[in-house]
């Protein structure tokens, strides 16, 4: 079992930085893929970015409107996923989750583990 808890959401004016923090309890946290998706009101849940693990190694993907803006990292000591924000745009508005999955996957459907959410708000 992963829990999931996210911080670092907020408002922010447009051109602005947001840092957001996705802390896991898990025993063992190399193997996960860890993702950010979001979700605007009235759309459905997108993906944003993921560091997709393996035992041999990993990659990282980007969703198209985050690639050069937003980077993902993560810190297996601490557990941590973390998702740095720069030029945010009014349409970056939305509520951010990070997942987990047991495969190496961007695809939503093989994310088993989601937290909260955490509120990113960009005003223009």
């Known amino acids: 079992q992963v829990q999931l808890v996210e911080s670092g959401g907020g408002l922010v004016q447009a051109g602005g930085s947001l840092r957001l923090s996705c802390a896991a309890s898990?025993?063992?946290?190399?193997?996960?893929?860890m993702a950010w998706f979001r979700q605007a009101p009235g759309k459905e849940r997108e993906f944003v970015a993921a560091?997709?693990?393996?035992?041999?190694?990993?990659?990282?993907h980007y969703g198209d409107f985050a690639r050069g803006r937003f980077t993902i990292s993560r810190d297996n000591a601490k557990k941590t996923a973390d998702l740095q924000m720069n030029s945010l745009k009014p349409e970056d508005t939305a509520v951010y989750y990070c997942?987990?999955?047991?495969?190496?996957?961007?695809?939503?459907?093989?994310?088993?583990?989601w937290g909260q959410g955490t509120q990113v708000t960009v005003s223009s």
């Open positions: 997942a987990a999955s047991e495969i190496p996957s961007t695809r939503i459907n093989d994310y088993d583990y």
């Open positions: 560091m997709v693990s393996s035992w041999t190694g990993g990659s990282v």
């Open positions: 898990v025993r063992t946290f190399v193997g996960y893929s």
